[in-house]
């Protein structure tokens, strides 16, 4: 069976483009024939400075988010990343893996580092290795993400190749990437060639799930397009980034294909089409919506719930950490 393991990061402004490309595709597979482990990556969040009650209130939201969303922690494991120390010390060891050029390399990186890259934290460099580390501490095998996540996962497979030929195993399994589906890149609603993002300045460029049903509504007529009807067949969004995001959020929504959406839309214009998005998203959105904040009153709840995710989790990571330091040549304790 599958072993799937994914996370987001508790940094707050959970958004529709969180939802589609990732929460929703979560609940998808824990539906099927999989071990599923979700992660809240408190130790990525503060690779840039996060005010301590605002991540202990943003990774209990999250966790919240996780449940309404439909994630069962019966069923999946549910996990705070601090929580389970081995994700951070196999991170040490990917860490003497990984090559300063290939951590270079990675765009998101130099995004978020910016033109004053000396200045970044060495956490925000080393990302990517800590995120080898929370996926390869379970040897998972399948990594449902949204696309702008696909350079990190090559990067994981690149650490798991190296140890495993540096070391002469086959211990770390090379890992797949999921990346499927219409929601895997949600553009903010201001402007279609930027991904909606939980640090984007103007909250009406995305949809958070805190927002209730009037401003997701509001959002959506206000949200940018262009003057022309939708078309009836695919080939006709490109160039309209703008209408392909609406139409690629409402296939994700519905589960529909983008071809079946535009089927039923084609000729439309927004005028029309905006009011459907709207009642669609709020349909969707708002039970989840209502779900977090009822959860969110039962902290106490909610950090059981964590804490017994952690257990769970560290049966299946102690082993497989110490099964690295044998490899590696550590001395056992007695
Ligand atoms: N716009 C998006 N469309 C589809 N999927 C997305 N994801 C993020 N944005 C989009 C997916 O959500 C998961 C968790 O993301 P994260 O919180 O760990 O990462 P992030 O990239 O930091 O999220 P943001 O919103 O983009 O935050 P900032 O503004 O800090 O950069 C991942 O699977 C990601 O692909």
């Known amino acids: 069976t599958p072993r799937v393991f ?4 508790p940094t707050g402004n959970l958004h ?7 929460l929703k595709r979560f609940v998808d597979w824990q539906a099927r024939d999989a071990e599923t482990i979700y992660c809240m990556v408190d130790l990525h969040a503060i690779t840039v400075w996060q005010d301590p009650a605002d991540l202990q209130k943003s990774t209990r939201e999250l966790c919240a988010g996780f449940i309404a969303a439909g994630l069962d922690p019966e069923n999946s494991i549910l996990i ?12 040490w060891v990917f860490n003497c893996v990984a090559r300063m050029g290939w951590m270079q390399r990675m765009t998101q990186f130099k995004d978020k580092a910016g033109k004053n890259a000396q200045n970044a934290s060495l956490g925000l460099f080393a990302y990517p290795a800590l995120m080898a580390a929370d996926i390869l501490v379970y040897h998972a095998t399948h990594v449902p993400v949204g696309e702008d996540q696909k350079q990190h996962l090559e990067l994981t497979r690149d650490i798991a190749t190296k140890f495993n030929h540096d070391y002469g195993v086959d211990f770390f399994p090379i890992t797949e990437p999921v990346i499927e589906g219409a929601g895997t890149r949600v553009m903010s609603l201001r402007d279609g060639s930027k991904k909606m993002s939980k640090s984007d300045v103007s909250d009406a460029s995305r949809i958070n799930l805190t927002d209730d049903a009037d401003t997701i509504a509001k959002k959506i007529r206000k949200a940018k397009t262009d003057p022309d009807a939708l078309p009836s067949e695919v080939a006709g969004l490109s160039d309209r980034a703008e209408a392909k995001n609406l139409v690629n959020i409402f296939a994700a929504l519905n589960n529909q294909s983008v071809e079946e959406v535009l ?3 084609g000729g439309k214009q927004f005028s029309e089409f905006k009011p459907m998005l709207a009642e669609l998203a709020v349909a969707k959105m708002s039970p989840i919506t209502t779900e977090m904040a009822r959860l969110m009153e039962h902290q106490d709840e909610i950090d059981k719930i964590l804490a017994r995710g952690a257990e769970r989790a560290r049966a299946i990571t102690a082993p497989i950490l110490r099964q690295t330091y044998d490899i590696i040549g550590m001395v056992p304790p007695v």
């Not at 994914?6 to 990061?9: A, D, E, K, V």
């Not at 705070?80 to 951070?88: D, G, K, L």
């Open 16 to 22: 529709l483009g969180n939802y589609l490309g990732a």
């Open 6 to 9: 994914s996370g987001i990061q």
């Open 263 to 265: 089927a039923d839309v």
């Open 80 to 91: 705070n990343q601090s929580q389970v120390p081995e994700h951070a010390q196999l991170a």
